[in-house]
């Protein structure tokens, strides 16, 4: 039975800690849960549900999940995902914890940017067309200027290069010491090699009025964020909250940042950051449900093998080569489609394009591989051809198949690699439906560029398809079986033959290769000592 309350429930989960607010109709609070840090890409679905226990609250009317690490729609699916499996009749809200702060600090809707310093730090703004704009917020190794970890850190370096300058311990490094139970300045090099990010933060309060030069850099970098999230946005003189335990308890560094900011109407939020996600509006339920489409063609049952797992090894041996027998002919039908993009690939090369095979899962993989063999192959400049596989090189060797469904991902990777006019894209989809790939083919065909789909199901796309009718797979789903050789196959075609029309062959020889092992000189000897014979020597060339 459906059970549901006029309750409502907020979690918000950041670098420090998460909170979890139950409130009623009219937003009274009626508890509150306080745990440790909690970020999406850092944590594991068990993990995340054994969290998730803990805030739980039976039966609420809605759901707003805000968590670190909830950047694509990737993430957010993910977390839906989750959320659905505590609260399956709750209306579901899923975003990052920047959603419940900007809520938090003007409402839904209202313009303004958002800084966040904690113990890390990044500056977040939204105009009066909710579009949003941030800056900063790339972690202690490539950002988090102006939070509480780095304000410590610069500060401690500080007090280490006045230790070796004048041989005296500063007051303020007496602490730091008597806060690490250290005996000497000395044992803090053993210290910070194990420190976290939270540990350094942690020494702010002993550090944080040493030096006013230090919170006066830490604000111009965050002051710099703020105007080029102004200037993203198009925001004149926007409205500026301070968020986050830096803000709240260090009223040296709120001076500085304001000092950084002339002219700008600067205030500090003062309540939690979670009562934001309160506000944020949720999704019915049917949202969350998948539109049923028809089966692809690859995920379809093969009639030919539903007793696969009655037949012995040599049985299996024949099934499975039978049914690879049929790519050849699946590919010889798709001939003229395969030629178009070989021509258009020619003609990129020729004008100085490039060629990009972009991927997910074993279509993305094959891509990649195709794209690393040109170079040694044919001396070719890496950025000549390039694969693109969603979820990133952990995907080359783990399974990351949920960054499939994210085409905003796949539009940012191309926006990334600076695809335009004279530049060719090859989407690989043996479905012919991976979002990932759909938004990396749209946003390249919007950038000018040529763009294919290589599938192995019917599909609809306004890209030149290239459709390899392979059948259901002997194994029901498994891609990487029939589906997987005629995308090896068709891939080796527009790689090696728009490198034939490229003169980068003789004859049958890969004269342009890179001799970079011993095999390969001896390979390239032979193809020296044939190239010397005359012409219709070659055929007799050993």
Not at 64 to 81: F, H, I, M, P
Not at 250 to 274: E, N, Q, S
């Amino acid at each position: 039975m459906r059970r549901t309350s006029a309750l409502h429930l907020g979690i918000e989960g950041g670098g420090t800690k998460t909170t979890a607010l139950l409130t009623d109709l009219t937003g009274n609070i009626l508890r509150r849960i306080t745990l440790g840090p909690l970020n999406l890409k850092l944590s594991t679905d068990l993990q995340l549900l054994a969290a998730f226990r803990q805030l739980h609250f039976p039966f609420p009317a809605s759901v707003a999940l805000c968590l670190a690490g909830c950047r694509t729609e990737t993430d957010r699916q993910r977390l839906r995902r989750l959320a659905f499996r505590l609260w399956p009749h709750a209306k579901i809200f899923v975003g990052k914890d920047l959603d419940s702060g900007l809520a938090a600090a003007f409402g839904p809707t209202d313009p303004g940017i958002l800084i966040l310093s904690g113990t890390g730090s990044v500056v977040v703004g939204r105009n009066a067309r909710a579009q949003t704009a941030r800056s900063g917020g790339w972690g202690h190794l490539l950002g988090d200027h102006g939070s509480g970890y780095a304000l410590a850190l610069s500060n401690l370096k500080s007090q280490i290069s006045n230790y070796d300058h004048t041989g005296q311990v500063s007051v303020h490094l007496r602490a730091v010491l008597r806060r690490l139970c250290l005996n000497s300045p000395e044992q803090l090099l053993d210290w910070i090699h194990n420190a976290t990010k939270t540990d350094i933060a942690a020494l702010l309060p002993d550090l944080i009025t040493s030096d006013r030069r230090h919170l006066d850099e830490q604000a111009a970098l965050l002051a710099a964020d703020v105007h080029a999230v102004a200037r993203k946005l198009r925001l004149r003189n926007p409205d500026i909250v301070l968020a986050g335990g830096v803000f709240r308890n260090r009223p040296p560094f709120c001076r500085a940042l304001r000092a950084a900011l002339p002219g700008y109407r600067v205030r500090i939020l003062k309540t939690d950051t979670a009562l934001g996600a309160l506000s944020l509006p949720p999704s019915p339920i049917s949202n969350l449900k998948s539109q049923i489409l028809p089966l692809p063609l690859t995920e379809q049952r093969n009639p030919r093998t539903m007793d696969l797992d009655k037949r012995d090894i040599p049985q299996l041996i024949a099934t499975m080569l039978d049914e690879e027998s049929r790519v050849i002919p699946a590919i010889r039908n798709a001939a003229p489609g395969i030629a178009r993009c070989i021509r258009t690939i020619v003609t990129a090369f020729r004008r100085g394009g490039r060629l990009f095979y972009i991927g997910a899962g074993t279509s993305g993989r094959l891509g990649v591989l195709d794209a690393s063999e040109c170079p040694p192959t044919f001396s070719t400049a890496p950025e000549m051809v390039q694969g693109i596989i969603a979820g990133g090189v952990n995907a080359l060797h783990s399974s990351v198949e949920a960054a499939e469904d994210d085409p905003r991902a796949g539009a940012d990777a191309i926006r990334n690699r600076g695809v335009g006019k004279r530049d060719v894209v090859v989407g690989i989809a043996a479905s012919g439906r991976t979002p990932f790939v759909h938004g990396a083919l749209d946003e390249a065909k919007h950038r000018g560029a040529k763009t294919f789909l290589l599938c192995c199901s019917p599909a609809t796309t306004r890209h030149s398809p290239i459709t390899i009718l392979t059948g259901p797979e002997a194994l029901t789903g498994s891609t990487r079986l029939k589906a997987g050789t005629a995308t090896k196959l068709v891939l080796n075609m527009l790689t090696t033959i728009s490198m034939i029309r490229l003169g980068k062959v003789k004859s049958n020889l890969m004269v342009a290769m890179k001799p970079t092992n011993a095999k390969l000189r001896a390979r390239a000897e032979r193809i020296k000592a044939a190239l010397a014979q005359p012409e219709q020597n070659w055929n007799m060339a050993r």
